[in-house]
């Protein structure tokens, strides 16, 4: 699996005759699972058009750091801190300047100014203008603060002079990317596994026993891995939501569909079980659907589903090294989730209080406590996204990194 999948490129396009290579870096980051979102400057909308990069994309091109429409729906805060990576590519000597003084009069500046994540640029310019004293010093300050870079190369240029000033092949700015994030990839060599949403039990063709969750806590979960450079399998009941990029889905619908989708996944080095299995399924499913008919309603015997957690935490040899439960209880939440933990057999439970009015269920937000055999961290409210980076940070801290095989193979 590419590096790449799962990863959010914030693509910043300057006025540079080279803008149009941008078209196939998009287009190659998108072969690999990342997401592209672009900032096209007015000098950079000379070159390439907003309805080129919206469609190579599949997202929306943010030129206008005034429109109140952008502002209110995706502001350059946001826009700047949502990414994982902010490529400059091409970045003219202009942009350049801008950056090392810290300047912010348009969109794509501003985003510069305020984002707090890594930025790669790509230069692009006339030999002279490279070769130019203010630009390699312009250049020397933004390296001095972090800022990666790529090229530029040797060769002819838009302007009929040769020389350094060619902005880097798409290929080798895809290199570029694709080695910082090989680099920061504490998950890179790892697999995880991942369940979420529902399962739904059948009573007849027609009817099922299931619960309210929406599967978005598990799919951020599943996301958040692999953005991490884990190799992420994610099983999922009957959800709304669309596959992650970058992670391997399965769509199963029963408790035991999502057990044994989950058995064929192993080994894997972490299990996360987000998903809220039913407990229980009819044990004589009605093969037609049954009918009323002034009739008093039908006894339903029921039958226990498999464990999932506690089988995955009890599978001998194939056992993740690291098992994660959820408990989402009604009343005395940390109680019942501490003996859930010894129950289950698992390493941590996270704990959320799913009764009426706390929106979790469906909703956007979660609270969480994280119990393990050291005891309860109570985490603030905060977004499900926000959970799943913040689990998936503390896993790959407990993980560590993975061997590097291919080294070892070298060694022997």
């Not at 694709?178 to 039990?201: K, N, Q």
């Not at 996270?350 to 979790?360: C, H, I, K, P, W």
Request: proline letters at 5%; hydrophobic letters at 45%; aromatic letters at 4%.
């Amino acid at each position: 699996m590419s590096s790449l999948a799962g990863k959010r490129i914030l693509l910043v396009i300057s006025g540079g005759i080279a803008a149009y290579k941008t078209l196939e870096l998009i287009r190659r980051v998108r072969e690999r699972g990342g997401a592209v979102r672009c900032v096209l400057t007015k000098a950079g909308a000379q070159f390439v058009t907003p309805l080129s990069l919206a469609a190579l994309s599949e997202d929306k091109v943010y030129s206008d750091l005034f429109s109140l429409t952008d502002e209110s729906e995706m502001g350059h805060i946001r826009l700047s801190r949502e990414a994982d990576l902010v490529v400059v590519a091409p970045a003219t000597a202009d942009i350049l300047a801008k950056m090392a003084q810290g300047r912010a009069d348009d969109l794509a500046t501003t985003a510069l100014l305020a984002t707090d994540k890594p930025v790669l640029v790509a230069p692009a310019m006339n030999l002279r203008m490279w070769d130019h004293a203010a630009t390699q010093a312009n250049l020397a300050t933004l390296k001095a603060r972090g800022v990666l870079s790529v090229g530029p190369n040797e060769g002819d240029m838009a302007c009929g002079e040769y020389g350094f000033g060619r902005m880097a092949e798409p290929e080798e700015i895809l290199r570029a990317i694709e080695e910082f994030f090989g680099a920061a990839a504490p998950l890179a060599g790892r697999r995880a596994l991942v369940t979420s949403g529902p399962t739904y039990e059948a009573i007849d063709p027609v009817r099922f026993i299931g619960n309210r969750s929406s599967g978005r806590q598990g799919h951020a979960i599943a996301l958040a891995l692999a953005r991490l450079g884990a190799r992420t399998t994610l099983v999922s009941g009957p959800t709304g939501l669309a596959d992650p990029a970058g992670v391997d889905t399965l769509r199963v619908e029963s408790a035991r569909d999502m057990l044994a989708a989950c058995e064929a996944a192993l080994p894997c080095d972490v299990a996360v079980c987000a998903a809220a299995v039913s407990d229980w399924r009819a044990k004589k499913p009605r093969t037609q659907k049954m009918k009323k008919n002034g009739k008093a309603p039908p006894d339903l015997e029921l039958i226990a589903n498999p464990d999932i957690l506690a089988k995955l935490s009890a599978a001998g040899n194939a056992r993740p090294q690291l098992v994660v439960g959820f408990a989402a209880e009604t009343e005395k939440v940390i109680e019942h989730a501490q003996a859930k933990l010894a129950k289950k057999g698992c390493d941590w439970i996270l704990a959320n209080d799913v009764s009426e009015g706390t929106g979790t269920f469906g909703g956007d937000v979660n609270t969480v406590h994280l119990i393990d055999a050291g005891g309860v961290d109570s985490w603030p409210r905060m977004t499900k996204d926000d959970v799943a980076a913040k689990l998936a940070t503390r896993i790959a801290k407990t993980l560590g990194r993975a061997p590097d095989t291919k080294s070892e193979n070298r060694k022997s």
